[in-house]
Every structure is written in structure tokens, then in C-alpha cells.
């Protein structure tokens, strides 16, 4: 309960932004995540029922290049965008109001500046709203979401935002709660106590540096009878103490007093380090930092750190990071297809009934030598041939041109059964000397 009263509402909200803005660690998982789906081939793909005769319409595509059009043309870069979306990770949830333009082309008017002069609607942008000036959600009887509340920093007025002008991105949508869940919620009690105890550890590497300071002063000077005046040297002294630093204003002024016996009434020690501490801070940080990035699978970034951990268990754990990213890209491209596009689409008078798809890139790490290997055995087996598709997408995953080829041969050597049928069908005889068009005998070098 302790925990759980502290990420509620506004508290949780600056408490997250606390963890996500200080934490090297969860910091480094963010970014990752963040570059990640940013550098993804995001791009519009035509409507398709994916049956054997879907085929895409010239309409289809029409209707694809536009949105794609329309995602490329807003005042914010769609990378800036995601990233404004991919708040969601941290607070849970990530609201966005949509505000349109007509495409006017290249105007003073903001309301109407694009690339594109067809008087169409579009995008101008998907600002997101704060989650930190949320003031409370409008809720329906039936439990649907209708709208959020905002408070606005500049007035302390509100505003309503409907759900029909915004985008809700959420990391859950589990009992239908407008807030998520973040995925900084299980991380939050090793990073509460990780950083207590880096607090504690800076604390105690400044008092070995500086030694325990130590005051003596009469004891009637700290007795409840003490004088207005004994009593503003002792709150002094108290203050002295707690605030001695190495650095360059160190330095203490004491009074010379001594009593009868001719002993000090005041006086200021510096007590040196005891030795080192009985626990080892670096070894309970480092467990909390290894929990931390456990959960939201990303402690292979902590590979190498401490001279343990091999290439293939770091691999197979990317592997599980990378299908936990890919999640999140397709929440994100859920929300687009199933709201964002349709309302664009009706605003325009086009067909919602077969709306184009935003969709994206490969996620997962591609391992060529891995893929060389299985389609070489495969091959070496018999089980599969070389083809056009085939040679395609290969190349396409290792990022190489598109080939040049006849659709049969493709720039490989025939397959023995294609070398026979090749002579079966009339061509050169095993044995049989070759000639050029001319009847005559090749020159040397001619052919190969």
C-alpha cells in the first residue's frame, strides 16, 4: 500500500517522470524502445481481405497514397510524433488531440500550410496533452471513455477534450482504465530502494572524505534550561556540524574559551573512517539494476558489465525484447487503423469500407550468416530451389538492390534438371563444339 498510494494520479505521474528522467538504467531501456520503433519503415499499405482474389484497386491505392501523404505533410515529423505516443511506456497512457487543415500548399495561413494544394482535409498535427495536466476522465454509464479534462498550467482553468476529436494510446486496455498501466510499475520498488542507497552511499563516501565532525561545547548550553543566547550557539554549532563539506569554502570558526581548570568549553573534531563498510553498495545496485531492466525484458543491455554473459543468451534475450517491442509498434498502428484513418477518410467523403493500413517494418534482428546457413542446408538437401521470390526477399533482407533477371535464371547458374531439359529441347549436345551465329568456330575467350 505504501507503493501503490504513491503512483496514483498526478503523484504517480511525477514519480514516473522522476524515474524515466534521473535512472541511467531505465533510461537506457526507453531509448532504447524509442529508436527502435522510430527507425522502423513505417508506410501505408493498400486495402487488402488477403483472399486469393483481393485484388488492390486503383482506388485502393489512391486512398493509401493520400493517408501516407497525410502522415508525411503534419507540422510534426511522424518520428516526432511516435515519440510524443511512446510516452504511453512510461505513464501508462498517452492522449493526443487530432487538429486538422485543408491543404491549401504553401500559405501564411498555419491552418493552412501544406504540400499539397488539392483542398483536401489533413493532418496539421497530433499534439499530445500532457499527462501531467490530466484533471479527471468523463466516463459514459456503460463505461466507455468519452472525453478528458485537462487543467490548463498557464490559468488553472480546464478544458474538454472528446474522445471523437483524440487518440488514446494505452499499454493495456485491461477493465477498460483510460490510464494504462506503466511499464515502469514493477520496476518502481528496486529503483525506490536503489535509490535511497546511492543517496546513502554518496552520504557515506563524503563523510570518509570529510571525517565525522564532532562539537564539543558545556552541557548547559544543550540543557532545557538554557538562555535565549546559549541556546542560538548551540542551534549554531548544530549547524556547523551537519553542514561540513570538503570543497572550496571549508573552514570553521570556534571560540577560544576555556574554563577555570583551563580546559576548552568549545571545541571541533573530525573523526577519520572506521575501515570499509560491511555490506558492498555496488553489489545491491547492481541487483537492483539488474531487476529494473528484468522487467520490461531488457536486462541483456547489462551484458558485459560485469564480465559474465555469452552471445547467445544475449541474443535469445533480444530476441524476446524485440517481440515485446513489436507489440508496441502494432498497438500503435492499431489505434491509427482502427480510429485515426476511418474519421480522416469520412471527413474527405471516401470509402471507409476498405481503408488503407499503416503498418511497419521487420522489429527483430536480422542474423544473416543464420539465415546463409539454413538456406544453404536447405538447398544442399533438395528440399528448396531457387526462385525469383525467393532471391527477392533475401536481398531484401540483407539490404541489397533488387536483381536483374528474366524471372527463370536470375543471375544463378541452372540447376542440373534445367541443363538437361535445356539439351532435351534442342540445345547443345554433350561433347558437341559450340559455334557463333555465323557458323564459324568461337575464337578463344569468346565464350566460356
Known amino acids: 500500500m505504501l507503493f501503490r498510494s504513491n503512483l496514483r494520479g498526478i503523484r504517480g505521474a511525477k514519480v514516473y ?48 497514397d ?92 480546464t478544458h474538454i477534450i472528446p474522445i471523437e476529436k483524440a487518440l488514446l494510446f494505452r499499454t493495456t486496455v485491461n477493465k477498460n482504465n483510460p490510464e494504462g498501466r506503466s511499464i515502469l510499475r514493477n520496476a518502481y520498488r528496486p529503483w525506490y530502494f536503489k535509490k535511497r542507497i546511492e543517496e546513502l552511499e554518496a552520504i557515506g563516501i563524503e563523510r570518509d572524505l570529510a571525517g565525522l565532525p564532532v562539537a564539543y561545547l558545556p552541557p548547559e548550553f544543550m540543557s532545557s534550561g538554557a538562555t535565549p543566547e546559549q541556546a542560538a550557539v ?46 558492498d553498495t555496488d553489489k545491491v545496485i547492481s541487483r537492483y539494476d539488474q531487476r529494473i531492466s528484468m522487467s520490461v525484458l531488457s536486462d541483456f543491455i547489462l551484458l558485459g558489465h560485469d564480465r559474465v554473459g555469452s552471445y547467445s543468451l544475449g541474443t535469445s534475450k533480444m530476441d524476446l525484447w524485440s517481440m515485446a517491442v513489436d507489440s508496441i509498434a502494432k498497438n500503435i498502428a492499431e489505434v491509427m487503423n482502427q480510429y485515426a484513418i476511418p474519421r480522416l477518410m469520412k471527413l474527405n467523403g471516401m470509402d471507409t469500407s476498405r481503408p488503407p493500413i499503416l503498418t511497419y517494418g521487420e522489429v527483430s534482428h536480422i542474423d544473416l550468416t543464420e539465415i546463409s546457413d539454413f538456406v544453404s542446408k536447405l538447398a544442399q538437401a533438395g528440399v528448396l530451389m531457387p526462385d525469383p521470390k525467393l532471391e ?57
Open 17 to 64: 517522470r522522476e524515474m524515466r528522467d534521473n535512472d541511467p538504467t531505465i533510461g537506457s531501456m526507453l531509448f532504447a524502445i524509442e529508436k527502435v520503433i522510430t527507425r522502423l519503415e513505417w508506410r501505408v499499405d493498400p486495402y487488402s481481405d488477403n483472399s486469393a482474389d483481393g485484388d488492390i484497386t486503383p482506388e485502393d491505392k489512391e486512398a493509401a
Open 66 to 157: 493520400f493517408i501516407e501523404s497525410c502522415i508525411n505533410d503534419m507540422s510534426d515529423s511522424w518520428d516526432a510524433t511516435l515519440s510524443s505516443i511512446l510516452s504511453m511506456l512510461v505513464f501508462g497512457y498517452s492522449y493526443h488531440e487530432i487538429v486538422y487543415k485543408v491543404r491549401g500548399g504553401d500559405v501564411d495561413d498555419p491552418k493552412k500550410r501544406s504540400k499539397h494544394s488539392d483542398g483536401k482535409i489533413g493532418w496539421r498535427k497530433m499534439p499530445i496533452r500532457a499527462q501531467e495536466t490530466l484533471f479527471r476522465w468523463e466516463l459514459s454509464e456503460d463505461g466507455g471513455i468519452e472525453s478528458m479534462w485537462q487543467v490548463d498550467p498557464a490559468t488553472g482553468g
Open 392 to 448: 527477392d526477399y533475401l536481398r531484401d533482407l540483407a539490404g541489397l538492390p533488387p536483381a536483374e533477371h528474366d524471372g527463370q535464371n536470375f543471375g544463378m547458374p541452372p540447376m542440373p534438371n534445367q541443363q538437361q531439359d535445356t539439351q532435351a529441347q534442342g540445345g547443345v549436345e554433350p561433347g558437341e563444339e559450340l559455334k557463333v551465329a555465323d557458323g564459324t568456330e568461337p575464337l578463344d575467350g569468346d565464350l566460356e
Open 234 to 279: 548551540f542551534a549554531s554549532i548544530q549547524n556547523i556540524v551537519t553542514s561540513i563539506k570538503r570543497n572550496e569554502q571549508e573552514g570553521i570558526v570556534m571560540p577560544a574559551m576555556y574554563d577555570e581548570a583551563g580546559h576548552k568549553m568549545f571545541d571541533l573534531q573530525l573523526l577519520s573512517s572506521g575501515g570499509s563498510r560491511q555490506f
